[in-house]
């Protein structure tokens, strides 16, 4: 069956909703509300300074919090250098510095 | 001997005071760094301890930076510290001349009238007894206005005025008291056996016309004696700690010990210095803007002293120093919040390898826009047509791959990932070879002045243009716009420059002057150092603060920070708000 129509189903690329540990996105939801604006459009990546330099992605990183990757999340974390310009460019208002610091604490509190 | 018990009372509350303020001081002063207590003793025989004596005359007797603020104000701080302080020297003299020794017990001076028997003259007495009740009406007239700004503080130019703990309060009351009872005692006394001047000797009069003066005035002593007393065993423990602490600080301010960004020694000589006087209250914008009114700078410390929790109002400050400005005990209150921001992030040297090494042209000047000066492409755009025009050969440090300088993360607490960071930023503009370093963004010049230690002159583009002007190499035409010029707080406040941007203004516009000029100018509300506002509460203070520039109807809006640009111009289409290097390049 591989691969015979050019499709296959790759296991690390399954996200397992009820396993993940979700605590990290409700605490961010908890101390940053405006979160929940944001609608993907990647302004905050694009005028991103550490993301002009590598992979480090606000967007993707707001995705892994909600998904519950944690592990992940806290690997690209650090790589921000607070800046702040996503702050000015977000059309939703989503306090996207106050997210980063949100997360930095909460890194270091769980030592994930 | 001149001794009566009703003495004692001041005498316990004197001595417990004076025994308590060493132990602490000395406690202090022993937890300085070695390198601190090093600078102490070397500073310490110097003009340097003049001069700190010359600043607490003008800062803890008469109040000279208050006077800012409000002449009633500053008036009525200084009837209290330099009216307590005559009345103290203006009675030890008067007591000497009298009694000739010079170790006369303390007490002495300050119970004259009552040891002094009124027939008996002494060597201008008259003049002593004048000038004594001149200065106690002084200060009657310093309460006077003090009750009267418990009333209605907009008068003394005051609109909101600190919350006291009650502790606080009682201890007003009492140092309220004090000054009343000393002249109803003198008054009696003077009813009852003569002596005084205009007016306590009138009032005794008074009194003696319908009160049996003669059995009142012992009992008035002892009550004066006791507030006295009562009021220096509640000092240690009340906002009036800041009395003996602030001259404490002023010497150590002085002698060249400073606030860094720890929370040290020095830290908490500030702390206890603070009298709560509430000035810094009006200034700050989260008050006037969102209501905010437990993270002023005086809340905030008192949260400390008192170990109340503090933790929101770590974070929740612009660190516009708006204050700071108007401090008028000089307290480091920037660093002081700072230095309760902890180090939270988990960086190693690794963190940012991902940083590539610059290949940086070399030239003489090098121009480094900063994060925010490339979210504003129109200033870098105005910046290069005016390195062009005044045919200066540039390199352009963060033209591409352009890291932050650094300072967010310092704002933040976080100076160790902010040392790597500085130290790639540093090794490109030292690789640049360049002699002046030009910086379109005041957070960064700030950074570069304070944290990189580089041995170049460095600038921000208004002193730079200023520069090229005045140099001839700049030929701008004035145009008839009406400006208003908007000082960024990092620029103004922060490093002082507030004669560049209206040279340069003056030069190519018709500048308006506002009450915001200088170092008075608001916080546009874009600062990175505030962690806890809201989007929302930041554009509405960035709304407050940009309505109170427009009302002095300028054709154009100037600022001098691409992040203040960019925070106003997000709100706001109307009324064009530019950069100064806009200006000058539109008019070049």
């Given at each position: 069956m591989n691969n015979i129509w050019g499709f296959t189903i790759s296991s690390?690329?399954?996200?397992?909703y009820d396993k993940n540990d979700r605590s990290f996105a409700q605490y961010m939801t908890d101390t940053v509300?405006?979160?929940?604006?944001?609608?993907?459009?990647g302004g905050c990546t694009a005028t991103c300074t550490a993301g002009a330099l590598t992979d480090f992605n606000i967007r993707k990183l707001q995705m892994l919090v909600k998904r519950g990757e944690n592990r992940e999340a806290g690997e690209q974390?650090?790589?921000?250098?607070?800046?702040?310009k996503c702050l000015l460019v977000c059309p939703r208002g989503v306090d996207t510095r106050r997210m980063i610091f949100a997360m930095l604490k909460y890194i270091d509190n769980q030592k994930l | 001997m001149y001794y009566d018990p009703f003495v004692l009372p001041f005498m316990i509350g004197l001595n417990i005071l004076c025994i308590y303020l060493v132990v602490t001081y000395v406690r202090w002063i022993r937890s300085f760094s070695r390198a601190d207590r090093h600078t102490i003793l070397k500073n310490m025989i110097s003009i340097k301890t003049l001069r700190a004596c010359k600043e607490i005359f003008l800062?803890?007797?008469?109040?000279?930076?208050?006077y800012r603020t409000s002449p009633f104000l500053g008036y009525m701080h200084m009837c209290f510290g330099l009216g307590w302080f005559l009345l103290i020297v203006v009675g030890k003299i008067e007591s000497l001349v009298y009694?000739?020794?010079?170790?006369?017990?303390?007490?002495f001076a300050i119970f004259f009238r009552f040891f002094?028997?009124?027939?008996e003259a002494f060597p201008h007495s008259n003049v002593f007894a004048f000038l004594m009740d001149l200065i106690l009406l002084m200060i009657l007239s310093g309460l006077a206005l003090a009750w009267f700004k418990r009333l209605y503080s907009r008068l003394l130019g005051m609109k909101r005025t600190t919350r006291h703990r009650p502790f606080d309060r009682l201890i007003l009351t009492v140092l309220w008291l004090i000054f009343p009872v000393r002249f109803l005692a003198e008054s009696f006394t003077s009813g009852s056996r003569g002596g005084g001047s205009f007016l306590t000797h009138s009032a005794g009069e008074f009194f003696a016309s319908f009160l049996p003066v003669e059995s009142l005035s012992y009992p008035m002593w002892w009550v004066y004696s006791s507030v006295l007393g009562i009021f220096f065993l509640l000092l240690p423990f009340?906002?009036?700690?800041?009395?003996p602490t602030e001259m404490v600080y002023i010497f150590l301010k002085n002698w060249g010990v400073k606030q860094g960004r720890k929370f040290t020694a020095i830290s908490k000589f500030q702390l206890y210095a603070?009298?709560?006087?509430?000035?810094c209250i009006d200034q700050c914008q989260l008050g006037s803007?969102?209501?905010?009114?437990?993270?002023q700078p005086v809340y905030f410390l008192k949260k400390i002293r008192h170990h109340e929790d503090y933790s929101q109002e770590i974070d929740n400050?612009?660190?516009?120093g708006r204050c700071e400005n108007a401090c008028p005990v000089d307290l480091h209150l920037n660093l002081l919040r700072l230095s309760q921001?902890?180090?939270y992030t988990h960086i190693?040297?690794?963190?940012?390898?991902?940083?590539p090494a610059p290949r940086i042209p070399k030239a003489r000047v090098a121009y480094f826009a900063g994060c925010m000066g490339h979210l504003t492409p129109g200033v870098i755009r105005a910046m290069r047509q005016l390195f062009e025009k005044a045919g200066i050969e540039y390199?352009?440090?963060?033209?591409?791959n352009g890291i932050c300088c650094g300072r967010p993360m310092m704002l933040s607490g976080n100076y160790n990932a902010a040392s790597i960071v500085v130290e790639r930023n540093r090794t490109a503009i030292l690789n640049s070879g360049a002699e002046i370093l030009v910086t379109s963004c005041p957070i960064c010049y700030t950074t570069f002045k304070e944290?990189?230690?580089?041995n170049l002159k460095i600038m921000h583009h208004t002193e730079y243009i200023a520069q090229l002007i005045s140099q001839g190499l700049l030929h701008p035409h004035a145009s008839e716009l009406r400006t208003v010029f908007h000082n960024p707080c990092e620029l103004g406040?922060?490093?002082?420059?507030?004669?560049s941007p209206m040279q340069v203004l003056q030069a190519v516009s018709r500048p308006v002057p506002t009450k915001y000029d200088g170092k008075k100018s608001l916080c546009c509300?874009?600062?990175?150092?505030?962690?806890?506002?809201?989007p929302t509460q930041r554009s509405r203070l960035s709304e407050d603060a940009l309505n109170a520039y427009l009302s002095y109807h300028p054709d154009v809006l100037v600022t001098a920070c691409p992040l203040c640009k960019k925070t106003f111009a997000k709100n706001h289409h109307t009324v064009p708000i530019k950069d100064i290097a806009e200006i000058v390049a539109e008019n070049c």
């Open positions: 690390a690329r399954v996200i397992d509300p405006s979160s929940q604006l944001c609608i993907g459009c974390m650090h790589k921000c250098m607070l800046c702040g | 800062e803890s007797l008469v109040h000279h930076k208050i009694h000739t020794s010079l170790f006369n017990p303390p007490y002094h028997p009124a027939n009340s906002r009036y700690m800041h009395i603070c009298s709560r006087c509430g000035i803007s969102l209501g905010l009114t437990t993270t400050c612009l660190m516009c921001r902890k180090d190693t040297k690794n963190t940012y390898t991902y940083i390199t352009f440090i963060d033209e591409q944290n990189y230690h580089l406040r922060g490093n002082g420059i507030c004669e509300g874009g600062s990175l150092a505030n962690l806890h506002i809201t």
